[in-house]
């Protein structure tokens, strides 16, 4: 049986983009005669905040998009990211770094899906690991996994190429679990056989697939979505005050707006001015 999820974080208002992402998730449990979860990503620390978890759990209702069984926070499954990471440790795989952001900008020497490439300062040092974050060695994880595909439904079968990224983050200083670590997990955790999310997050799932591997996790299929976009192309975001700008799903819901009515208009293609449905990632729709 088809499984899929809305996962939104709580450390911001949800928008436009949201109610997409979470009609693609529902619509394709629904049609498919699966289920449909939600699961609140709420590790990312003082920027959590409970108020909007219930904001985001009263959008989608008001958008008439029922969940199946009780919805799922990451906060309770802190233990699960720590066993993850010290299996990891335990294979030699992790290792602790103290490099800030500005440390990474000037040493990296190429770029990649997530910004400047990380060039291993730290991989090999003997160094106190309180307060660091924690970095998957790549190059061993890779060599481990062996060659690895996996296959989204509108760009089909890929190989993986986790090394893409370098040594990512799995465990943050400031969060108990990267997103990559994180979902990878939870996923599984929640039997999730389909994945949808936007198409920006399609290099992602190079890394996610490693992780499977080397967890020995079940693979699902993939359903990576074009992002619905502003008048300048550039997506819908919360850093950017999206929410604010009359594309707040919370907001319209107060207003006395008809969720069940925007969302069907979303599904027909039929968007508010100034926002259109970008392109998607290798085929996506």
């Known amino acids: 049986m088809i499984r899929t999820r809305f996962a939104p974080s709580p450390n911001g208002s949800l928008h436009l983009g949201h109610a997409w992402a979470a009609i693609v998730a529902h619509d394709l449990a629904r049609e498919r005669g699966g289920e449909f979860l939600v699961r609140v990503e709420d ?48 294979m030699g795989l992790l290792y602790p770094c103290q490099c800030t952001r500005a440390d990474v900008l000037a040493a990296a020497r190429a ?52 090394e893409l990224f370098g ?3 799995l465990v943050r200083k400031d969060a108990p679990a990267s997103y990559h670590l994180a979902a990878t997990l939870d996923d599984s955790a929640d039997g999730i056989t389909l994945v949808t999310r936007g198409a920006d997050l399609f290099a992602a799932t190079h890394v996610h697939r490693l992780l499977q591997a080397l967890f020995g996790l079940p693979v699902p299929v993939w359903h990576h979505h074009a992002l619905l976009v502003e008048a300048n192309g550039k997506k819908l975001a919360k850093r950017r005050g999206s929410a604010q700008e009359g594309f707040g799903l919370t907001d319209r819901r107060r207003a006395g707006e008809y969720g069940r009515a925007l969302a069907d208009a979303l599904r ?18």
């Open 43 to 90: 590790i990312d620390g003082a920027r959590s905040r409970a108020e909007l978890a219930d904001d985001h759990l009263a959008d989608l209702d008001w958008l008439d998009l029922h969940w199946d069984g009780p919805v799922v926070r990451q906060s309770e499954r802190l233990e699960s990211y720590a066993d993850a990471a010290e299996r990891l440790r335990g």
């Open 167 to 169: 040594d990512v983050v």
């Open 268 to 285: 027909a293609g039929h968007f508010p001015a100034g926002i259109s449905l970008g392109t998607g990632v290798g085929g996506g729709t």
């Open 111 to 162: 770029d990649g899906p997530d910004g400047p490439l990380y060039p291993g300062t730290c991989r090999g040092r003997d160094m106190y690991s309180h307060g660091a974050a924690w970095r998957l060695d790549m190059a061993k994880a890779v060599a481990l996994a062996g060659p690895l595909t996996w296959r989204d439904e509108n760009a089909g079968e890929q190989a993986a190429r986790p």
